[in-house]
């Protein structure tokens, strides 16, 4: 496998490139993987801020795509003067509007919470997230009512672009894991953690062809 001389994509801190170079020589069995699926198609969506990116996630949690779609549409044309709800635009909001957009009450409370906490710091601006490490963003978020380590870091991977993201809790990574390395239908997560030392500073990638490994 050649090394990526192409520029480098729009929203990622690193070459996918590089990324599976280095993958495929720590891990030849991940490379053996590489090869089948293809290169790296990661590529973060744009994001307008972390409170607009969390509200979504606490939205789509526990839903399929098509109802949280529904739901969250709802809620923004709550708000017609903006193209997204502002946190003030959130609490000024009488809480039974929101549940009669669709949010259930706790998800009315989550989202609440995370515009208190946007206000009053917790909850960083873009320009001082990308400055700090991934561990101090997972610590500062999951401060926020409903968010979890598994949120935190589906934003790091597909907000973010950060290259060195491993959701060890998440079950297809674990499957995905299982099905190219194991051959056991859910390995532990520690054997995923300990395997996956060799994929830094790239578990990110790893973590994304865990998920590929299910399609094939």
Same mark, same amino acid.
């Given at each position: 496998?050649?090394t990526?001389?192409?520029?480098?994509?729009?929203?990622?801190?690193?070459?996918?490139?590089?990324?599976?170079?280095?993958?495929?020589?720590?891990?030849?069995?991940?490379?053996?993987l590489?090869?089948?699926?293809?290169?790296?198609?990661?590529?973060?969506?744009?994001?307008?801020?972390?409170?607009?990116?969390?509200?979504?996630?606490?939205?789509?949690?526990?839903?399929?795509?098509?109802?949280?779609?529904?739901i #969250? *549409? =709802?809620?923004?044309? +709550?708000?017609? &003067?903006?193209?997204?709800? $502002?946190?003030?635009?959130?609490?000024?909001?009488?809480?039974?509007?929101?549940?009669?957009?669709?949010?259930s009450?706790?998800?009315?409370?989550?989202?609440?919470?995370?515009?208190?906490?946007?206000?009053?710091?917790?909850?960083?601006?873009?320009?001082?997230?990308?400055?700090?490490?991934?561990?101090?963003?997972?610590?500062?978020?999951?401060?926020?009512?409903?968010?979890?380590?598994?949120?935190?870091?589906?934003?790091?991977?597909?907000? #973010? *672009? =950060?290259?060195?993201? +491993?959701?060890v &809790?998440?079950?297809?990574? $674990?499957?995905?894991?299982?099905?190219t390395?194991?051959?056991?239908a859910?390995?532990?997560?520690?054997?995923?953690?300990?395997?996956?030392?060799?994929?830094?500073?790239?578990?990110?990638v790893?973590?994304?062809?865990?998920?590929?490994?299910?399609?094939?």
């Amino acid at each position: 496998m050649t090394t990526s001389l192409l520029p480098q994509p729009r929203g990622l801190r690193y070459d996918p490139g590089l990324a599976c170079h280095h993958l495929s020589q720590a891990d030849p069995q991940l490379g053996q993987l590489i090869a089948r699926v293809g290169p790296c198609t990661l590529r973060p969506r744009a994001t307008q801020s972390l409170f607009a990116a969390l509200t979504r996630s606490i939205v789509y949690q526990q839903l399929s795509g098509s109802a949280a779609a529904t739901i #969250l *549409g =709802r809620v923004v044309d +709550l708000f017609p &003067d903006t193209r997204f709800p $502002r946190p003030e635009d959130i609490l000024a909001c009488p809480p039974e509007r929101l549940r009669a957009a669709g949010l259930s009450t706790a998800k009315t409370a989550a989202v609440r919470d995370l515009a208190a906490r946007t206000l009053d710091g917790t909850v960083p601006p873009l320009a001082v997230v990308h400055r700090m490490t991934d561990e101090e963003i997972i610590e500062r978020l999951t401060l926020v009512r409903g968010i979890g380590r598994w949120t935190v870091e589906m934003l790091l991977i597909f907000r #973010l *672009g =950060r290259p060195d993201v +491993l959701p060890v &809790d998440d079950l297809g990574v $674990r499957k995905g894991f299982g099905r190219t390395f194991t051959k056991r239908a859910l390995p532990a997560a520690r054997t995923l953690t300990r395997w996956a030392e060799r994929w830094r500073p790239y578990r990110s990638v790893g973590s994304w062809y865990m998920w590929r490994a299910l399609e094939l």
